[in-house]
């Protein structure tokens, strides 16, 4: 199994995903750490309900406690859920082909520098666009730029507000698509090694 880390922010609903899907679509993954930039972020809580363990790091020299903190772990794929910090050039390039994040929207479409959480599904509903969905991508140095791994598409509805349209692709999109990417890429990851 490839030790795994997934980065987090916020309330953690694509954490939990993948870890309610250990076993039933993740057999090559094992989730071995849970890491924060922010300290009040539930997903921590999901963490330490799991047994896994848990870190909030600071800002104050992020990547290098982060690096240090992945290496203590033997931490070989690194998994973006709902992370917002934007990562270095250097960062992404060390990590490169074995870390991953999942896009609330289709990209090309609504994405990029301040394109995250509501505000993706506020430009789609003030676009009229009448379909969206969410993107798995590698991570590289330019926001949302990775080579794509898989998309799902979510239909607009009437009525939508950002926050039911978010909703929507979360449970038709994100929490399907990030646990088989991470089986996908995990397996990748440990034949590559072998
Ligand atoms: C979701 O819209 C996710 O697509 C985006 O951040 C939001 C919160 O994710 N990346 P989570 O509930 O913290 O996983």
């Known amino acids: 199994m490839v030790k795994t880390a997934v980065l987090v922010s916020g309330g953690g609903t694509n954490l939990q995903a993948i870890l309610d899907k250990r076993g039933k679509v ?13 300290k009040d972020a539930y997903a921590l809580e999901r963490a330490a309900q799991n047994g896994i363990r848990g870190e909030f790091i600071s800002s104050k020299n992020f990547e290098e406690k982060l690096q240090a903190l992945l290496e203590e772990c033997k931490i070989e794929f690194v998994v973006l859920a709902g992370f917002l910090k934007i990562l270095s050039p250097e960062f992404t390039a060390k990590w490169a082909g074995r870390i991953i994040n999942i896009h609330p929207a289709l990209i090309p479409s609504f994405c990029g520098v301040g394109m995250y959480g509501l505000h993706v599904h506020e430009a789609v509903l003030a676009y009229g666009a009448k379909v969206t969905g969410a993107t798995v991508h590698y991570v590289n140095e330019v926001a949302d730029g990775g080579r794509i791994i898989s998309q799902k598409a979510v239909e607009v509805l009437e009525g939508d507000t950002p926050e039911i349209l978010q909703r929507r692709v979360m449970e038709q999109a994100e929490w399907i698509l990030l646990p088989n990417a991470v089986e996908q890429v995990a397996k990748l990851i440990e034949n590559k090694v072998k």
């Open 26 to 38: 993740i057999f090559s993954a094992d989730i071995a750490l849970v890491v924060s930039n922010k």
